[in-house]
């Protein structure tokens, strides 16, 4: 079976592990699947080639008569969320199939992870962009505030793209590069080194180098 691009999984969370040399890593725990081929796109009817994959077990009850119908031909349910993956041939995949972690990736690979960042909300510039602040004595009255931002007779604006307050994450990041350090088909978990994007449960998608 060819590669095909990616995967998709819940971010399970976060522990330890020890490596050969007996130190301490930090590990997070993916629940990678199973993923079902829900349909295949083909040069010749859509335009490119793809298969579309889904995660995420939902009931029939919670889903509209449209997807319904989607879903029931690939005979595999429901789901929650889906995706589409481009391949060199998508007549090599079946509908209904399912492509588990060890089918795409083997333990010391290195991948690429892409998910929603925490939103933090409406921030300040010291969190927000790492401003160092003003004095913290009582009368400097200047502490976290960003400072002059204005421009002088010319241009007389401010120029786009200034370290202001905003709203701070729930942006989509990648990180690229992070080691697979297990995969655990039975209980459909991959372990990754390092932290990830998002908050607990949160989607990611796992891509091939």
């Not at 490119?48 to 879903?71: C, D, L, T, W």
Request: proline letters at 5%; glycine letters at 16%.
């Amino acid at each position: 079976m060819p590669k095909t691009i990616g995967l998709l999984g819940k971010k399970i969370g976060m522990t330890r592990m020890y490596s050969e040399t007996g130190s301490v890593i930090g590990v997070t725990v993916v629940e990678t699947g199973p993923c079902y081929v829900l349909q295949k796109k083909t040069v010749d009817k859509e335009g490119y080639n793809a298969i579309q994959v889904g995660f995420g077990a939902k009931k029939e009850s919670r889903e509209n008569k449209p997807m319904a119908g989607h879903f029931k031909s690939a005979g595999q349910g429901c789901f929650y969320h889906v995706k589409e993956f481009r391949v060199d041939d998508p007549d090599q995949y079946e509908l209904g199939q399912k492509i588990s972690a060890s089918a795409l990736f083997q333990v010391g690979d290195r991948v690429d992870v892409t998910g929603t960042a925490k939103g933090k909300g409406f921030q300040g510039v010291m969190k927000r962009h790492g401003f160092r602040g003003g004095p913290s004595g009582h009368g400097s009255n200047f502490h976290r505030r960003p400072g002059a931002i204005g421009m002088c007779a010319w241009p007389s604006r401010v120029i786009k793209g200034k370290k202001l307050p905003g709203r701070m994450g729930g942006q989509v990041v990648t990180k690229k590069n992070v080691t697979i350090v297990d995969i655990r088909d039975d209980d459909n978990v991959m372990v990754v080194m390092g932290p990830l994007p998002g908050s607990k449960a949160g989607l990611v998608q796992i891509y091939s180098k």
